[in-house]
């Protein structure tokens, strides 16, 4: 009988076991299981250990000693054997972010996470594993039970204990809501976008006039009289820069946001009952409208939401200049970096909460910006970046299934562009055959091509043909045979991401 195992055994359960003592227990279970085992994730629990085994199918082991014997038991990586571990192991549940830097690392793929924790790793920024949009759960035909599955067993395959967030993002309406907290997600996203006025930018005197009329005052709990009183011809010191607000800024950013404002409160208070005991984190984003938020409006909503009692831990503004999925930043970046600075002050003034940046994947140059000016009061959303780099692992091992999937996106780009801000044109990417094998996995940082891959992901996932799926079973197929190539092109791509924002 190994000592190794017995010693990890008894070990109470908020110590981390050694590396090396993983390594010669996770031998000794090799032996026992006729398995092979990862031994990041060897974990004592209470007189038992859990691991998990490698393999075209992996499983879950539970270790136990009968006697003197140790005694192995395999078990499916299924929903309830993830929500046993998540009760068992609080490290393997996601908990509360709070102020300090987090990276929101979306995985529609639900493979990504051990890739997504080697990019965070040793970084001090807090991953947020467990992360998807309604809309993204929909395109993927996954539940939010998979998305939180999938961040609990990646989290043991690595033997992660630093903690994670998770995020269900840009909730709509209450059945969102409602579907995500039975998940055990911990922040809610609240997106008010339906109820942004764009228009009001533009209004002249008359309709801005019909549009003060129309806010939903009553919900706001507020009169217009009161609301112009407060922000009106006034001057607020924000640390360091005064924020003025003119009478014509306020009455175009109650226009704009008052309805708004009002929807994110309602759904505030359905979380907080919804939730009844659990600990929440909100955020509140109206980065999918079609104008800037300009730091008068950011204010308006900021000062509403606290007046009504929404605390919240992150607000995503829509910031000047152009967030395409998957590309760099398109714009000003000293007119963003001047505007950031005052949504900063903002903040911290207000909060202080994060400033979340969504469609954050691959913004190098604002991150730049943030990490300089917002002292770490910041959150980034990532998402399709994860698939593209899957993408990437796949243009390296099997070429041919890489050519099939971006001739097919080709096929599909005007179709699938439809939802999303992006500006590629085909005719500037290079089709798969005029590339050769060396030169596919590089296709994916030429502009047109990344853009092309990513508004197309769930069609690749989802079609189907000949009575089975186009590439889905494929797709994952190849990843699962060459798993250490995926990660290793997350950790790369990723890691980027969180360096810029990593803890001196
Ligand atoms: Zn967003």
Redesign the pocket.
């Given at each position: 009988m190994n000592e190794t195992i017995r010693k990890l055994m008894s070990m109470p359960q908020d110590r981390a076991p050694e590396p090396a003592e993983q390594q010669t227990a996770a031998r000794e279970l090799e032996t026992q299981a006729g398995r092979a085992v990862y031994p990041k994730s060897v974990t004592p629990a209470g007189g038992k250990a859990f691991f998990l085994t490698h393999g075209p199918d992996k499983q879950l082991g539970v270790a136990t000693l009968d006697a003197d014997a140790l005694q192995v038991e395999l078990r499916p990586m299924d929903h309830e054997n993830a929500a046993m571990l998540r009760a068992e192991l609080p490290f393997l549940a996601p908990s509360l972010v709070g102020l300090p830097t987090s990276l929101g690392l979306g995985d529609r793929l639900g493979l990504a996470t051990p890739g997504h924790i080697r990019a965070v790793r040793g970084t001090g920024v807090v991953p947020v594993l467990a992360q998807q949009?309604i809309r993204e759960i929909e395109r993927t035909g996954r539940t939010a039970d998979e998305v939180m599955d999938a961040a609990t067993w990646g989290v043991l395959q690595e033997g992660y204990r630093d903690g994670f967030g998770s995020d269900a993002?840009?909730l709509k309406t209450p059945a969102d809501v409602d579907l995500t907290a039975a998940a055990g997600f911990t922040m809610f996203?609240i997106?008010p976008g339906d109820h942004v006025n764009d228009a009001a930018d533009r209004m002249d005197a008359e309709a801005l006039e019909d549009g003060l009329d129309a806010v939903p005052w009553d919900q706001l709990e507020t009169t217009r009289t009161d609301t112009e009183a407060a922000y009106a011809d006034r001057a607020f010191d924000l640390g360091g820069f005064e924020l003025e607000c003119s009478g014509e800024a306020v009455a175009r950013a109650a226009v704009k946001y008052g309805a708004a404002v009002a929807h994110a409160a309602a759904m505030s208070r359905h979380i907080a009952s919804t939730m009844g005991e659990r600990a929440f984190e909100l955020e509140m984003?109206v980065?999918?409208t079609e104008t800037p938020t300009t730091p008068v409006e950011h204010f308006y909503v900021a000062s509403e939401l606290k007046r009504l009692g929404v605390e919240v831990v992150s607000v995503?503004p829509r910031f000047v200049g152009r967030f395409e999925k998957g590309v760099d930043y398109i714009g000003d970046l000293d007119e963003l970096e001047s505007t950031f600075r005052q949504h900063v002050a903002i903040a911290r003034e207000l909060g202080p909460y994060k400033l979340?940046i969504?469609?954050g994947s691959d913004k190098f140059s604002v991150y730049r910006i943030a990490a300089k000016v917002a002292d770490g009061l910041v959150h980034v959303?990532t998402a399709g970046t994860s698939y593209l780099e899957a993408v990437r692992a796949i243009a390296v091992v099997d070429p041919g299934l890489f050519r099939e999937i971006l001739a097919f996106a080709f096929d599909r780009w005007d179709v699938d562009r439809a939802t999303y801000h992006v500006s590629a044109e085909p005719a500037k990417a290079k089709r798969p055959e005029e590339l050769t094998d060396d030169e596919l996995p590089g296709a994916l940082d030429q502009f047109d091509t990344r853009q092309i891959l990513h508004v197309t992901f769930g069609s690749v996932l989802t079609d189907r043909a000949d009575g089975g799926y186009r590439f889905r079973d494929r797709f994952y197929q190849v990843l699962r045979d060459h798993e250490e190539e995926h990660y290793d092109a997350l950790e790369r791509h990723l890691g980027k991401h969180a360096d810029p924002f990593a803890v001196k």
């Open positions: 949009s993002d840009h996203t997106d984003s980065d999918e995503a979340s969504h469609s959303k």
